[in-house]
């Protein structure tokens, strides 16, 4: 049993690009669909989809490499920021910029997972999960 599952989907989307995988497998929850389709919307993966296999839901997340022999991944790293034992919460006015505007958070809020780009515009806060680069 995972004791912080998202951490482990982001984990293995990272292990996928440093072993220069095409796609990566995970047991499917709503937080990690909700952390892909914020990966997809900002060009960090190239797509996902919902699967079920032997009668259980995954998560199939193709990875997008910046070219085409596949040595320049889109995610050069991963960092958790909340964990099980420490949540890390930010307000809309206490939000920074990851890796000066090319990095992104993702964060969840009251209208669900978004970036922090997307979290800032709303006037949103909320739990800091992970940053991308």
């Given at each position: ?47 996902f989809e ?11 997340v ?14 050069e790293s991963?960092?958790i ?32 997972l978004?970036s922090?780009?997307?979290?800032h515009?709303?006037g949103?806060?909320?739990?800091v ?5």
């Amino acid at each position: 049993m995972l004791s912080y599952p998202l951490a482990d989907f982001l984990i293995r989307i990272k292990n996928g690009y440093m072993a220069t995988n095409d796609e990566v497998l995970a047991p499917f929850s709503k937080i990690k669909e909700g952390a892909a389709v914020v990966l997809q919307k900002y060009n960090f993966i190239k797509s996902f989809e919902i699967k079920e296999i032997d009668k259980k839901k995954t998560i199939k997340v193709n990875l997008l490499y910046q070219d085409k022999r596949k040595q320049k991944p889109a995610i050069e790293s991963i960092k958790i920021i909340s964990k099980p034992g420490l949540r890390v919460y930010r307000s809309c006015k206490k939000q920074k910029a990851v890796l000066a505007g090319f990095g992104l958070a993702i964060i969840s809020t009251s209208k669900g997972l978004m970036s922090n780009l997307d979290a800032h515009r709303q006037g949103l806060g909320g739990e800091v999960l992970a940053e991308v680069w």
